[in-house]
């Protein structure tokens, strides 16, 4: 999850923000979390499936509604006035253990990348035979196998909300970290469905994740399974172009079908790049805001 710690750890306000003073703590704290998740519902209604023709939302789209989902939630931490610094033991190990399950799907995200990009190279290298050699290309020119991503995903499961948590800005807060916990592990279950071309990886994080009682979650979850059933293409697509030209060069009539899996294979090494950057990055700032938020918590156990 991408958060600003120092931003977190002091109550500072945004006065053009939304202001619940008028109203009663509760009834603050309700609008609070209510704002967290109509800025949500706004992105995935409004961007997220809006897309141009032949456009591909999981690469265009997923990584940013992570980014719009992490800022909602720091938006509402700050105006709820409820830093890191007082999070008590439970909100903050279920933060830890939220972070660190995304850090490990973005692992998996960049190993299905690097899969990916070496399986291309290799079809790349058949290309560049079938000039001088076209019977050697053919004996190089392989599909993309499958990624195998059936081991088992150790995600955390739902997070508990006790009746009576520590407090009522506690309860709120643990309610909008389980919403943008879910929504981060759908979102990477799709993108890595979309990576190895099956829909396995998304539908078993999606029972891990579990809890789709939320209606902003159930949304999400179905217009995901549209997604899977409907737009998982690029590597299927490299496939069948390559299994296309590998049948036309015992013809000798290969070069439309050259070009065409190259074509192909432009798409899809725009589409990986494009999701290499965005895992990158994502990665990237939340190794940081963890680090920072340990150094923070050994500080204080040193202090007391």
Same mark, same amino acid.
């Given at each position: 999850m991408v958060l600003s710690v120092h931003k977190l750890s002091r109550p500072f306000k945004f006065p053009s923000r939304l202001d619940h003073h008028h109203l009663k703590p509760d009834d603050a704290l309700s609008a609070s979390l209510r704002a967290f998740r109509s800025k949500i519902s706004d992105f995935i209604t409004q961007i997220c499936f809006k897309t141009e023709p032949g456009s591909d939302f999981?690469?265009?789209?997923?990584? $940013?509604?992570?980014?719009?989902?992490? +800022?909602?939630?720091?938006? @509402?931490?700050?105006? #709820?006035?409820?830093? @890191?610094?007082g999070w008590g033991d439970k909100l903050t190990d279920e933060y830890l253990s939220y972070t660190l399950n995304l850090l490990d799907l973005l692992n998996s995200v960049n190993s299905s990348v690097s899969h990916l990009n070496h399986a291309k190279i290799l079809i790349f290298h058949a290309l560049s035979l079938i000039k001088n050699s076209p019977s050697s290309a053919a004996e190089h020119l %392989? %599909?993309?196998? #499958?990624?195998?991503?059936?081991?088992?995903?150790?995600?955390?499961?739902? &997070?508990?909300?006790?009746?009576?948590?520590?407090?009522?800005?506690?309860?709120? =807060?643990?309610?909008?970290? $389980? &919403? *943008? +916990?879910? &929504?981060?592990?759908?979102?990477?279950?799709?993108?890595?469905?979309?990576?190895? *071309?099956?829909?396995?990886?998304? @539908? !078993? #994080?999606?029972? &891990?994740?579990?809890?789709?009682d939320d209606s902003l979650i159930k949304d999400l979850d179905s217009r995901f399974c549209k997604e899977i059933q409907e737009k998982m293409e690029e590597v299927k697509q490299v496939n069948s172009a390559t299994e296309r030209l590998s049948m036309a060069i015992s013809t000798g009539r290969y070069i !439309? $079908?050259?070009?065409?899996?190259?074509? +192909?294979?432009?798409?899809?090494?725009?589409?990986?790049?494009?999701?290499?950057?965005?895992?990158?990055?994502?990665? *990237? !700032? =939340?190794?940081?805001?963890?680090?920072?938020?340990?150094?923070?918590?050994?500080?204080?156990?040193? *202090?007391?």
């Open positions: 999981r690469f265009n789209k997923c990584f $940013d509604l992570i980014n719009i989902t992490n +800022r909602a939630f720091a938006k @509402m931490v700050v105006e #709820i006035d409820y830093p @890191m610094t %392989k %599909k993309i196998p #499958i990624t195998n991503l059936s081991k088992e995903f150790k995600l955390q499961k739902s &997070i508990r909300i006790e009746e009576r948590p520590g407090s009522e800005k506690e309860r709120v =807060v643990l309610q909008a970290l $389980d &919403i *943008s +916990r879910k &929504i981060g592990f759908l979102v990477l279950g799709l993108v890595l469905s979309g990576l190895c *071309s099956d829909a396995k990886p998304y @539908m !078993e #994080i999606r029972r &891990i994740a579990g809890g789709f !439309e $079908d050259v070009e065409e899996l190259k074509t +192909r294979l432009q798409v899809l090494e725009n589409s990986i790049q494009e999701i290499e950057k965005k895992a990158n990055n994502l990665f *990237s !700032e =939340v190794l940081v805001t963890r680090n920072k938020l340990l150094d923070n918590l050994r500080l204080t156990g040193q *202090s007391n």
